[in-house]
T-cell receptor, first 111, second 109 residues
């Protein structure tokens, strides 16, 4: 079955460490997105990529980095520069029209 | 800029009650409108959508009508079930998908 796989489901990070969240899709979608979800704030766009080897900053890109070396993969790195990284992170992909498919999310906690 | 405003929760209902969750939007141009549902610990699932004025999206007993004159896309269901308990997000799509803050629905037997 086609879909988006995010891993791990839960992730713990120590202060000052970088951590990478995985997002893989087998839907053959060109565009991929990373969102951050905080209680009471909905979803906010971190980064997005509309094609391989290209990506753009979203509304809250500071402290994050991404790469898009393959169509299927769009990993997100949460760097030590992100001051408040504890959140639920959602990856999504979109087909050439406008249908979005979301992964099941990664919950990141700083310990 | 484009934005979505939806009613704050939680919305607490008894089973078989009528549900309305209000959503209004601000956008330049003609966005598509969506309702997504999020069950605990899960990602988002598309519930319904509408792409132009007066379209009605429907799925699983939920309905929403794209009202351009009032810039609204309110979600309704005639008889909620305990299994409908979740967080509901209204969203609009122009060049990117923009979400409201979400409304938590709690349905009790």
């Amino acid at each position: 079955d086609g879909g988006i796989t995010q891993s791990p489901k839960y992730l713990f990070r120590k202060e000052g460490q970088n951590v990478t969240l995985s997002c893989e899709q087998n839907l053959n979608h060109d565009a991929m997105y990373w969102y951050r979800q905080d209680p009471g704030q909905g979803l906010r766009l971190i980064y997005y990529s509309q094609i391989v080897n290209d990506f753009q900053k979203g509304d809250i890109a500071e402290g994050y980095s991404v790469s898009r070396e393959k169509k299927e993969s769009f990993p997100l790195t949460v760097t030590s520069a992100q001051k408040n990284p504890t959140a639920f992170y959602l990856c999504a992909s979109r087909d050439s029209i406008w249908g979005y498919t979301f992964g099941s999310g990664t919950r990141l906690t700083v310990v | 800029g484009d934005s979505v405003t939806q009613m704050e929760g939680p919305v607490t209902l008894s089973e078989e009650a009528f549900l309305t969750i209000n959503c209004t939007y601000t956008a330049t141009g003609y966005p598509s409108l969506f309702w997504y549902v999020q069950y605990p610990g899960e990602g988002l699932q598309l519930l319904l959508k509408a792409t132009k004025a007066d379209d009605k999206g429907s799925n699983k007993g939920f309905e929403a009508t794209y009202r351009k004159e009032t810039t609204s896309f309110h979600l309704e269901k005639g008889s909620v079930q305990v299994s409908d308990s979740a967080v509901y997000f209204c969203a609009l799509l122009t060049d990117k998908l923009i979400f409201g803050t979400g409304t938590r629905l709690q349905v009790f037997p």
